[in-house]
Nanobody, 127 residues
Framework: EVQLVESGGGLVQAGGSLRLSCAAS????????IGWFRQAPGKEREGVSC????????YYADSVKGRFTISSDNAKNTVYLQMNSLKPEDTAVYYC????????????????????WGQGTQVTVSS
């Protein structure tokens, strides 16, 4: 059974930090790009960051570049999203997802390229 399980969300003040985790199982982790998306109420889903499990290349949306860091522990089939200098506009449900792709990535795969999705974790940043 394929599973993507996010954890680490919560309530934090502006300027604070959170680390999200995405634990994957049931598929060949090294053959996938793991991406983080977020969706705030009334807004479209936004691709935040992704990492290639095969070579570690990464991508960040402009809105989070310099503040968020994505990393992968392939031995644990887990991807992390370290979020620093959080802003109220970062408030959203954060989802991780897996897209079948090997090799370096230059852009984030579109949301419809992802085969598997987690259930989401809420991040709330207060002002």
């Amino acid at each position: 059974e394929v599973q993507l399980v996010e954890s680490g969300g919560g309530l934090v003040q502006a300027g604070g930090s959170l680390r999200l985790s995405c634990a994957a199982s049931g598929f060949t982790f090294d053959d996938y790009v793991i991406g983080w998306f977020r969706q705030a109420p009334g807004k479209e889903r936004e691709g935040v960051s992704c990492i290639s499990s095969s070579d570690g290349s990464t991508y960040y949306a402009d809105s989070v570049k310099g503040r968020f860091t994505i990393s992968s522990d392939n031995a644990k089939n887990t991807v992390y999203l370290q979020m620093n200098s959080l802003k109220p506009e970062d408030t959203a449900v954060y989802y991780c997802a897996a897209a079948p792709r090997n090799g370096p990535i230059a852009t984030m795969p579109r949301w419809d390229e992802y085969d598997y999705w987690g259930q989401g974790t809420q991040v709330t940043v207060s002002s």
